[in-house]
């Protein structure tokens, strides 16, 4: 079946806007993750999903930054008053057992 | 908390040669480890995991990789690597059984020399 899809594949905005990224996950698969890819940290974790609930939110890196699930599919990672060190590529990952698959990512540019 | 250290940046190898690229966690319980494959452009792929039992884990691609529980590592090998390997490989740990959220290393980006 399809994979992991994310939109768009690339946004580029001004700082201090707020912007809307979203993950499909795979048809069935309950659990949900966003990582952030850039060149100075790597990849890190930002949040979890087991359904719609979020049990792991540790590495959401301010309160700019939010995510929900609905429906236990869509997820949307929205980025309030966008900074210039957000600038990276957002990834989203879905798993049913213990294997993620990623999606593309979306790389957010920040201007 | 968890880490992951893989101390190579960049390793060059010739086609036809073998490979191994490092990799050392720290984790307080039994770690559930990765490996995993990013392309120019394209997103990761897993490679191989190591949950439990046999310490030597093979992987799709021709790769495997061995769990050293007394050096905290998860070496990553393969015997003979081709043009088509060159890319950006990421080791992982998580807990779970793997349903948490991963901790990743730096990554190694490997060069393949003809």
């Known amino acids: 079946g399809a994979g992991v899809s994310q939109s768009p594949s690339n946004k580029v905005t001004e700082k201090g806007k707020d912007v809307e990224l979203r993950c499909d996950p795979i048809?069935?698969?309950?659990?949900l993750y966003w990582y952030r890819q850039s060149l100075g940290q790597g990849l890190e974790f930002l949040i979890y999903?087991?359904?719609?609930?979020?049990?792991?939110k540790s590495g959401l890196p301010s309160d700019r930054f939010s995510a929900e699930r609905t429906g236990g599919s869509v997820s949307t990672l929205t980025i309030q008053r966008t900074q210039q060190e957000d600038s990276a590529v957002y990834l989203c990952?879905?798993?049913?057992?213990?294997?993620?698959?990623f999606g593309p990512g979306t790389r957010l540019t920040v201007l | 908390a968890q880490s992951v250290t893989q101390p190579d940046i960049h390793i060059t190898v010739s086609e036809g040669a073998s490979l191994e690229l490092r990799c050392n966690y720290s984790?307080?319980?039994?770690?559930?480890l990765f490996w995993y494959v990013q392309s120019p452009g394209q997103g990761l792929q897993l490679l191989l995991k190591?949950?439990?039992?046999?310490?030597l884990v093979q992987g799709i691609k021709g790769f495997e990789a061995e769990f050293k529980r007394s050096q905290s590592s998860f070496n990553l090998r393969k015997p003979s690597v081709h043009w088509s390997d060159a890319a950006e490989y990421f080791c992982?740990?998580?807990?779970?059984?793997?349903?948490?959220?991963?901790?990743f290393g730096k990554g190694t980006h490997l060069i393949i020399q003809p």
């Open positions: 992982a740990v998580g807990s779970g059984g793997g349903a948490d959220g991963l901790t």
């Open positions: 990952a879905s798993s049913q057992y213990s294997e993620q698959f």
């Open positions: 984790y307080g319980a039994t770690p559930y």
């Open positions: 048809s069935g698969h309950t659990a």
């Open positions: 999903f087991q359904g719609n609930s979020a049990p792991d």
């Open positions: 190591y949950f439990s039992g046999d310490t």
